[in-house]
């Protein structure tokens, strides 16, 4: 078990270690990020409210700021402001012409303001420690308006020592080969891509289990280094795509195109003025081209797992006609593997 530090003692050990990314501090010293965060509560981070219903509003007020969710091998920041808000008890969404996101209020369990000097940010975090959203404000953001929603949203009680849950394994790939052909009769017919998962539940399979027995052309298994492969061409030949990263309580959507990418040891990056995306190319474990029927045609996607079985990211083409054809054709062309791993 992981020694158990006072807020004090994590906020001494921060001072001596100030220039660390959080994650990495707190994953180094047994802590969440979470724990880190709430022990500076009363030095210089607010605990707020953390419903969405209450968040969203006051967030579209700062104007143009950075949104960032994350999971464990990967990073997407997107620059825009909040807006077109839609509340839902199990699936919220923010639908801007930037900021794109799909949220799970239920695991929106902690949340803070933070100022540390002249950076301020707003982190979500779930019953786990681990961060679900982050939004980054920027020179253009109304610092104003930041300070009215710490004041609106501050918790009467300002503990700085949480009660965490326990982290949930990942749940590894689950199949039934004895209902591959039900699987494959019952994809065939699908008209929407939201289909997919209670298609999964019933057979009580998951995505990758799924993926790995429905066999081509609805799955194919790719190398590892497709994903890479993929960013190059689409920024090379100017095609839009969607770029979905996410993890428990929050997806965070990209799209249009990219341009910009830039290999730094083990991580890929999009580079872009108003996106980055940074993955741990070396944490990719299978890569699968998929294709779901739905009405509009075929949703043709790549996706990343890593060795545990994790949904990494998924990457689509930007529904506009040529932005469609020439990403089909560029999945279309990316070589298939033999072996499916058992």
């Known amino acids: 078990m992981a020694e158990r530090f006072s807020p004090s003692h994590i906020r001494a050990l921060r001072a001596e270690d100030p220039k660390a990314r959080p994650r990495d501090f707190a994953e180094a010293r047994g802590l969440t990020e979470a724990d880190l965060v709430a022990a ?3 030095h210089g981070a607010t605990a707020i409210v953390s419903e969405p219903d209450r968040l969203m509003p006051l967030i579209g007020d700062l104007g143009d700021v950075l949104a960032l969710t994350r999971n464990d091998h990967c990073v997407h920041e997107r620059r825009g402001t909040y807006s077109d808000f839609h509340s839902g008890g199990h699936a919220a969404m923010v639908l ?21 000097g002249d950076r301020r940010s707003l982190q979500i975090f779930d019953a786990q420690g681990d961060a679900v959203h982050k939004v980054h404000l920027t020179p253009e953001s109304d610092v104003t308006a930041f300070g009215r929603l710490v004041a609106a949203l501050a918790l009467p009680e300002q503990q700085e020592d949480l009660r965490l849950s326990p ?10 080969p004895a209902r591959a052909s039900q699987l494959r009769q019952e994809w065939e017919a699908m ?16 995505r990758l289990g799924a993926y790995r027995i429905v066999g081509a052309p609805h799955a194919r298994l790719l190398a590892p280094e497709a994903v890479t492969r993929v960013l190059e061409a689409a920024a090379a030949q100017a095609v839009p795509l969607m ?5 428990l309580g929050c997806i965070q959507i990209h799209g249009g195109p990219i341009e910009r990418i830039v290999p730094m040891g083990p991580w ?9 995306l940074h993955l741990r190319a070396d944490r990719i474990a299978e890569v699968w081209a998929v294709a779901k029927p739905t ?6 996607s790549v996706e990343a797992f890593d ?18 054809d020439n990403w089909n054709g560029l999945v279309a062309g990316l070589a298939a593997l033999q072996a499916v791993p058992a």
């Not at 008209?191 to 998951?206: A, E, S």
């Not at 009405?295 to 043709?300: D, K, L, P, T, V």
């Open 40 to 42: 500076h509560v009363g």
């Open 295 to 300: 009405q509009r045609g075929m949703a043709i």
């Open 307 to 324: 060795a545990a079985g994790g949904l990494i990211l998924q990457i689509f083409g930007q529904r506009t006609e040529a932005g469609l």
């Open 167 to 176: 982290r949930l394994p990942v749940e590894p790939a689950k199949a039934d």
């Open 191 to 206: 008209t929407d891509t939201h289909q997919f998962l209670k298609l999964t539940r019933k057979l009580k399979m998951n």
């Open 96 to 116: 801007g012409a930037e900021i794109d996101l799909r949220i799970f209020p239920a695991h929106w369990r902690h949340a803070f303001a933070l100022e540390e």
């Open 268 to 276: 890929i990056n999009v580079m872009d003025p108003r996106f980055n």
């Open 243 to 247: 770029i979905f990263v996410g993890n």
